[in-house]
Nanobody, 115 residues
């Protein structure tokens, strides 16, 4: 059974940092590309970053230069380091793995950026 567990969210002041984690199990993690999404209240889900099986990360423009994706295959975990956070980054953040059969999602972790 595939399981993705998101963690690391919280309340942070503008300009602050958080590191999100996504721990995977039940899947061939080393061969998986993993996406980070977010959904702000009342808005559509937004793709933020894709971390390939080779460890290459691509970013959407809104987070480029502020967010950094990485992976630890030994721990079957991916990370999203978020720096210079802004109030508009407030959202629920999810990791996701798409396979040929279906897409799997973490349960999400809330990030709130507020003073």
């Amino acid at each position: 059974q595939v399981q993705l567990v998101d963690s690391g969210g919280g309340l942070v002041q503008p300009g602050g940092s958080l590191r999100l984690s996504c721990a995977a199990s039940g899947i061939d993690f080393r061969r998986s590309n993993i996406d980070w999404f977010r959904r702000a209240l009342g808005q559509q889900r937004e793709l933020l970053a894709t971390i390939t099986s080779a460890g290459i990360t691509t970013y959407t423009d809104s987070v480029k230069g502020r967010f950094t994706g990485s992976r630890d295959n030994a721990k079957s975990t991916v990370y999203l380091q978020m720096n210079s956070l802004k109030p508009e980054d407030t959202a629920v953040y999810y990791c996701s793995i798409a396979t040929a059969l279906r897409t799997y999602w973490g349960q999400g972790t809330q990030v709130t950026v507020s003073s």
